[in-house]
């Protein structure tokens, strides 16, 4: 069912994004802000994808670049609309409805600035079900819509249509240079698809989810209940059922570079018992992308990895990890057309370079991770 999303919602919307964005995505606490500037004490019409015409014209509009350039270069609020109205006069035809290409992050608010600004409805869903760090990197694109044309837009007004007709990784790539020269964050419209198309290739509900999981966490914190089973109790019933929690611990050393538009780094959490003996680690562009315990892998890509504050579960990104922080991480799965022959070929271990195989994190042996 559709339905209306108000200011009052998005502080909840905000955190549930952070947690699904597994450390990526960028800050969403600026794209809320962006979001509350324009809407003002209007609503939002949320479509379920279930329900939306199959002829009905859809224009995702995201955020690109690097999340620790993103925390200091503040957008001026209307790129992502420019992007838009780019892309429509370069096709010819006014989008019906826009939506998110990831649920994680700043880029589930990012569609909700353009409908603020223009009025238009957007969809319950996106095309990666968490945080990626490249625009190939999407159900979208797994399933055979592709991202050209794409229309990015820059703070001063500049614009440009890139077209690599079905080349994706292409597509990333010039867009990702051009981000870079307009000082590391861009603003985008592509993957265009009709109705029809959102019900075949995106993931349903993922904005909902985030709102829930966003809520949930509040309200176990004002009841001083748990707010770890809160989490777990929400996702047991959408398509990311499995929850497990890989470690507890105190984080100890972070190394982080922005380098080819991308943070890239590791993370380091050790024991709250240093007698115990264990050894934490985590590997991330922009995102979390696999955790190994005691040197064995508990968690990989496309599965979510999520730094949590150890007690209030709030989320914490990969540009936020610091020194000291007292955290738990938790893995979480991931729907299974993310983890399809074709799905691990665009956004799996390999494509980050990583030699592990994909192991769903529900199925990883606790007897196989040295003690």
Known sequence: MSWTLTAADLPDLAR????????????????????????????????????IADDLFVIPTAQMGAPTVMIEKIPAGTEPTLALRTLEEHLGRTADATMPIECGGINSMIPLVVAAETGLP??????????FPELSMETFAV??????????AGER???????TGDDDRQMEWLARG?????GGVGHIAEYAMTGADVRRTAIPRTLSMALELGRAIRLARERKTSPFDAIAETLSTTLYSHLRELFVGKVSDVERRTTEGFA???????????????????QFQNENLIALRNGACVAIVPDLICVVDEETAEPITTEGLRYGQRVRVLGI?????MRTPEALAAFGPGAFGLSEEFV???HVDRADVPA
């Open 360 to 362: 769903p994190v529900e």
């Open 157 to 163: 007004g500049e614009r440009v249509i890139i077209d």
């Open 178 to 182: 051009i981000t870079i020269r307009l």
């Open 16 to 51: 549930g994004a952070t947690l699904l964005g597994t450390g990526g995505g960028g800050d969403p606490y600026i794209g809320r802000m962006l979001v509350e500037r324009v809407l003002g004490d209007r609503g939002i019409t949320i479509l379920d994808p279930d329900e």
């Open 143 to 152: 399933y055979g819509v592709h991202g050209s044309p794409l229309a990015l």
């Open 333 to 337: 799965s991931t729907p299974d057309m």
């Open 264 to 282: 890239k780094g590791r993370a380091v959490i050790s024991p709250l018992d240093p007698a115990s003996g264990d050894t934490f680690e985590l």
């Open 122 to 131: 957007v969809v319950d869903a996106d095309g990666m079900g968490r945080a």
